[in-house]
């Protein structure tokens, strides 16, 4: 009965004084709707990186292309530039921590099917390059083995590539022509989310042909990078080092002159995003406890005044044989009431939010990390969010091939930060 009593009081308090108690229940609300979206929106930009990186590289993939020495080594003067080749991608694989390695040309080029043309990055690869890359086949497949052996003319077009050649007609078994020679497709990739790219942009803007084919369509002996991947992420900096001292070896310059090679680690990249990301997470956190603590102080401010403007109460009901521990249990349910009450409606309206932006996002999440194609054929360019440069500045070029630099970049649509999948 004490109890019932007791909630009874709290409850009519509240009522007499219902403005003070709902501004102050708002108070509250406010604060678990800031820390809920601002922990979402951080654990939702943190998922959106990594899943776009993830869709760019593997677990361990480093791009590496030539540079310029600025040691001496073996009576070779500082200042030569590195180029690498194909037979360079089989002393790689000789690495033990190496799992393995493609040749990579790239170019421009024109691209015509039968009824469309356009221009688009074409670039000469082998098999392991789809599985390092993340080329997965929405249809057909990728190369194989037996089309870089037989220098077979067939082509994997990225999924824009494919739509500007084709529209909704299927593309497989069509022929396309490459600066006029004939290709067979193969295969049409994903339009997956792509954070982080470089010569002609995303891979849904490109074309995928065999190395094979690719050194004879451009005649050159040198490949404009070499894709490789250690044997486990755990071993990744070792492999880095045996890769330098092979390479070093056979192109006669210091394995610890890092111009020599310039390497787009994944690896290193993702350690730098994930320290970027939960900085940010930490950074939101804090902003959202310190709003909630200022509506937890204004609990607290008004159960003073409510305490001081009824000193005379208490002196009566004390007066007449109250205990202080039952005045007590008034004051501390109305304040639990309120910061219940306030904390429910809070996780409500947090709840109906998240969910509210996410469905207002449905379908931008896809092209959200995409960058702009490089080959200046793209009919848009929303403008960028986010896009860093983690290579060098420079760029490189040997005849008709550019040697890029690599990007991460975020363009386009705002991404679905909040992570929630409808």
Same mark, same amino acid.
């Given at each position: 009965?004490?109890?019932?009593?007791?909630?009874?009081?709290?409850?009519?308090?509240?009522?007499?004084?219902?403005?003070?108690?709902? *501004?102050?229940?708002?108070?509250?609300?406010?604060?678990?709707?800031?820390? +809920?979206?601002?922990? $979402?929106?951080?654990?939702?930009?943190?998922?959106?990186?990594?899943?776009?990186?993830?869709?760019?590289?593997?677990?361990?993939?480093? +791009? *590496?292309?030539?540079?310029?020495?600025?040691?001496?080594?073996?009576?070779?003067?500082?200042?030569? &530039?590195?180029?690498?080749?194909?037979?360079?991608?089989?002393?790689?694989?000789?690495?033990?921590?190496?799992?393995?390695?493609?040749?990579?040309? *790239?170019?421009?080029?024109?691209?015509?099917?039968?009824? /469309?043309?356009?221009?688009?990055?074409?670039?000469?690869?082998? &098999?392991?390059?789809?599985?390092?890359?993340?080329?997965? %086949?929405?249809?057909?497949?990728?190369?194989?083995?037996?089309?870089?052996?037989?220098?077979?003319?067939? +082509?994997?077009?990225?999924?824009?590539?494919?739509?500007?050649?084709?529209?909704?007609? &299927? $593309?497989?078994?069509?022929?396309? /022509?490459?600066?006029?020679? %004939?290709? @067979?497709?193969?295969?049409?990739?994903?339009?997956?989310?792509?954070?982080?790219?470089?010569?002609?942009?995303?891979?849904?803007?490109?074309?995928?042909? %065999? !190395?094979?084919?690719?050194?004879?369509?451009?005649?050159?002996?040198?490949?404009?990078?070499? #894709?490789?991947?250690?044997?486990?992420?755990?071993?990744?900096?070792? $492999?880095?080092?045996?890769?330098? @001292?092979?390479?070093?070896?056979?192109?006669?310059?210091?394995?610890?002159?890092?111009? =020599?090679?310039?390497?787009?680690?994944?690896?290193?990249?993702?350690?730098?995003?994930?320290?970027?990301?939960?900085?940010?997470?930490?950074?939101?956190?804090?902003?959202?406890? #310190?709003?909630?603590?200022?509506?937890?102080?204004?609990?607290?401010?008004?159960?003073?005044?409510?305490?001081?403007?009824?000193?005379?109460?208490?002196? #009566?009901?004390?007066? +007449?044989?109250?205990?202080?521990? !039952?005045?007590?249990?008034?004051?501390?349910?109305?304040?639990?009431?309120?910061?219940?009450?306030?904390?429910?409606?809070?996780?409500?309206?947090?709840?109906?939010?998240?969910?509210?932006? =996410? !469905?207002?996002?449905?379908?931008?999440?896809?092209?959200?990390?995409?960058?702009?194609?490089?080959?200046?054929?793209?009919?848009?360019?929303?403008?960028?969010?986010?896009?860093?440069?983690?290579?060098?500045?420079?760029?490189?070029?040997?005849?008709?091939?550019?040697?890029?630099?690599?990007?991460?970049?975020?363009?386009?649509?705002?991404?679905?930060?909040?992570?929630?999948?409808?």
């Amino acid at each position: 009965m004490l109890l019932k009593e007791v909630l009874i009081q709290a409850a009519t308090a509240l009522i007499n004084h219902r403005f003070r108690a709902t *501004m102050t229940m708002l108070g509250i609300s406010w604060g678990i709707v800031t820390v +809920v979206l601002l922990m $979402a929106y951080g654990n939702g930009f943190n998922s959106a990186i990594l899943y776009g990186f993830r869709g760019a590289f593997s677990d361990g993939v480093v +791009v *590496m292309y030539g540079g310029q020495t600025s040691k001496q080594a073996g009576g070779e003067r500082a200042g030569k &530039p590195v180029f690498l080749k194909e037979e360079d991608v089989e002393a790689i694989l000789e690495a033990p921590l190496v799992k393995s390695a493609s040749p990579e040309y *790239m170019n421009g080029v024109p691209l015509a099917s039968t009824i /469309r043309q356009t221009s688009a990055g074409v670039r000469g690869v082998n &098999p392991d390059y789809g599985i390092m890359r993340s080329e997965i %086949p929405l249809t057909g497949r990728f190369m194989n083995a037996e089309d870089i052996e037989k220098r077979r003319r067939v +082509v994997f077009l990225g999924y824009d590539v494919a739509d500007r050649l084709f529209g909704n007609s &299927p $593309a497989i078994g069509e022929t396309i /022509r490459i600066k006029g020679i %004939p290709f @067979e497709v193969i295969g049409v990739g994903t339009n997956k989310v792509q954070m982080g790219a470089y010569g002609w942009g995303p891979d849904k803007y490109n074309a995928f042909i %065999p !190395h094979t084919v690719a050194n004879q369509l451009w005649n050159t002996q040198y490949v404009n990078d070499i #894709v490789w991947q250690s044997l486990d992420p755990v071993f990744h900096q070792e $492999a880095v080092k045996q890769v330098r @001292e092979i390479l070093g070896a056979r192109k006669s310059f210091n394995a610890t002159d890092e111009r =020599a090679l310039r390497m787009n680690d994944s690896v290193e990249n993702m350690r730098v995003i994930t320290g970027i990301t939960s900085g940010l997470k930490v950074i939101l956190t804090i902003i959202g406890t #310190v709003t909630l603590t200022i509506g937890g102080i204004g609990v607290m401010n008004i159960m003073l005044v409510s305490v001081t403007e009824r000193t005379r109460e208490i002196g #009566v009901r004390k007066a +007449v044989g109250a205990r202080r521990r !039952h005045i007590l249990s008034q004051f501390l349910m109305e304040a639990v009431a309120i910061t219940f009450m306030g904390g429910l409606l809070g996780v409500m309206l947090s709840y109906g939010l998240v969910h509210l932006i =996410a !469905h207002s996002q449905d379908g931008h999440s896809t092209s959200a990390l995409d960058g702009c194609p490089g080959c200046g054929d793209c009919d848009s360019d929303d403008g960028g969010l986010i896009e860093r440069t983690l290579a060098g500045d420079s760029r490189f070029t040997h005849g008709s091939h550019r040697i890029p630099e690599i990007r991460i970049e975020i363009r386009g649509q705002t991404p679905n930060f909040l992570g929630f999948r409808n």
